[in-house]
């Protein structure tokens, strides 16, 4: 098996920490690891390093090779800008298409997820090969312990096998209620954003459902051949739809299956997402410095500074050298908008 980790994204959500010139990837958000280096951590027991590959943007390689010195300069597939997953994966298979054969395993995983339950999760990799080398598109389900309605849902379908299903159909991010009912049901999982296949699947699945992308893909493959892979794809890449995988491929294809975990996991995919994984105290509040706190619950304070907070409940508050977030814990989604705004004004100097 090989590992394919995605980490090119911008993390908006995290601002004002993740900026575009570290991105919430290349923070260390939980640990004294960045997050990618964790994500290379967790797979290493299984797969070697010389058989991990980072896709990520060109503006973001010097950044991959500062947190991950040892990883061979070949195995970073760049992107000449960010696009979406279906692209990013499409352009990776095709260079790996140069390097292994069609029926080698690979996962896809992102580089900012949160996996406690590192055991579990080697053990369902092995599962996701197996299942993948039967010719499988194999996507990993976590088992839902609330109605979240920030994540989108998988349905199962038939059992396989012990641990693996069909899946019946993929849920977009339901509301309150919606989510309320799948838990109600069962067999419905979050969509973890985690994949399983053999490249040889993969590819005929892209020349199956998303061919613009697979003839992008072999001109670029073109190109590599030609002239290395460092040449400049950048006129055909801007090319490729915009899609995620879910939508290009997995909502499509034949021989899709879930496995439902536990491992533990989250996306980090907010302020309040972290306060969650952190340690508080008996009142509910994390601070990452000294806190003073009278009748305030469930806050989460990131500051370098001796804090005291007063009669204040559910509040995320983030402090960098330029720029302090205040933001109500269940709004922590919206500060996304703070970055669309400052591009809006042209404030680079806090982007």
């Given at each position: 098996?090989?590992?394919?980790?995605?980490?090119?994204?911008?993390?908006?959500?995290?601002?004002?920490?993740?900026r575009q010139g570290r991105p919430k990837q290349f923070l260390k958000v939980i640990s004294e690891r960045s997050m990618i280096q964790l994500t290379v951590?967790?797979?290493?027991?299984?797969?070697?390093?010389?058989?991990?590959?980072?896709?990520?943007?060109?503006?973001?390689?010097?950044?991959?090779?500062?947190?991950?010195?040892?990883?061979?300069?070949?195995?970073?597939?760049?992107?000449?800008?960010?696009?979406?997953?279906?692209?990013?994966?499409?352009?990776?298979?095709?260079?790996?298409?140069?390097?292994?054969?069609?029926?080698?395993?690979?996962?896809?995983?992102?580089?900012?997820?949160?996996?406690?339950?590192?055991?579990?999760?080697?053990?369902?990799?092995?599962?996701?090969?197996?299942?993948?080398?039967?010719?499988?598109?194999?996507?990993?389900?976590?088992?839902?312990?609330?109605?979240?309605?920030?994540?989108?849902?998988?349905?199962?379908?038939?059992?396989?096998?012990?641990?693996?299903?069909?899946?019946?159909?993929?849920?977009?991010?339901?509301?309150?209620?919606?989510?309320?009912?799948?838990?109600?049901?069962?067999?419905?999982?979050?969509?973890?954003?985690?994949?399983?296949?053999?490249?040889?699947?993969?590819?005929?699945?892209?020349?199956?459902?998303?061919?613009?992308?697979?003839?992008?893909?072999?001109?670029?493959?073109?190109?590599?051949?030609?002239?290395?892979?460092?040449?400049?794809?950048?006129?055909?890449?801007?090319?490729?739809?915009?899609?995620?995988?879910?939508?290009?491929?997995?909502?499509?294809?034949e021989r899709r299956c879930v496995i439902p975990v536990d491992l533990g996991w989250s996306d980090v995919g907010s302020w309040k997402a972290l306060w969650?994984?952190?340690?508080?105290?008996?009142?509910?509040?994390?601070?990452?410095?000294?806190?003073?706190?009278?009748?305030?619950?469930?806050?989460?304070?990131?500051?370098?500074?001796?804090?005291?907070?007063?009669?204040?409940?559910?509040?995320?508050?983030?402090?960098?050298?330029?720029?302090?977030?205040?933001?109500?814990?269940?709004?922590?989604?919206?500060?996304?908008?703070?970055?669309?705004?400052?591009?809006?004004?042209?404030?680079?100097?806090?982007?």
């Amino acid at each position: 098996m090989i590992a394919l980790v995605m980490a090119g994204g911008s993390g908006t959500r995290f601002w004002p920490m993740s900026r575009q010139g570290r991105p919430k990837q290349f923070l260390k958000v939980i640990s004294e690891r960045s997050m990618i280096q964790l994500t290379v951590d967790r797979l290493m027991p299984m797969i070697p390093l010389n058989d991990i590959y980072i896709v990520t943007a060109a503006d973001q390689v010097d950044l991959v090779q500062e947190h991950l010195p040892a990883l061979p300069a070949e195995n970073i597939i760049i992107e000449p800008f960010g696009m979406n997953t279906a692209p990013c994966i499409a352009l990776s298979v095709q260079y790996l298409k140069s390097r292994y054969s069609e029926d080698t395993s690979m996962i896809v995983l992102p580089a900012d997820h949160v996996i406690s339950k590192r055991d579990a999760f080697l053990l369902n990799l092995q599962k996701a090969g197996e299942a993948a080398s039967e010719g499988r598109l194999i996507t990993f389900g976590i088992v839902p312990d609330y109605p979240a309605t920030g994540y989108g849902y998988i349905e199962a379908g038939a059992m396989i096998s012990e641990g693996l299903y069909e899946v019946r159909r993929f849920k977009e991010k339901p509301d309150l209620a919606t989510a309320g009912s799948f838990l109600a049901r069962g067999g419905f999982y979050w969509n973890s954003g985690m994949f399983c296949w053999c490249i040889g699947t993969i590819s005929k699945a892209f020349e199956r459902h998303m061919q613009p992308a697979a003839e992008l893909c072999a001109k670029i493959g073109a190109v590599w051949s030609e002239q290395g892979p460092g040449a400049d794809i950048s006129t055909l890449y801007k090319d490729m739809p915009r899609v995620p995988i879910d939508i290009a491929i997995m909502e499509k294809a034949e021989r899709r299956c879930v496995i439902p975990v536990d491992l533990g996991w989250s996306d980090v995919g907010s302020w309040k997402a972290l306060w969650e994984l952190c340690a508080k105290d008996q009142q509910g509040n994390f601070s990452s410095a000294p806190l003073y706190a009278i009748d305030a619950h469930e806050n989460y304070i990131k500051s370098d500074k001796f804090t005291a907070i007063i009669g204040v409940d559910n509040l995320c508050v983030i402090e960098t050298d330029d720029a302090i977030l205040i933001v109500a814990k269940d709004r922590s989604e919206d500060v996304k908008l703070v970055v669309e705004n400052l591009k809006q004004n042209e404030l680079t100097e806090l982007l």
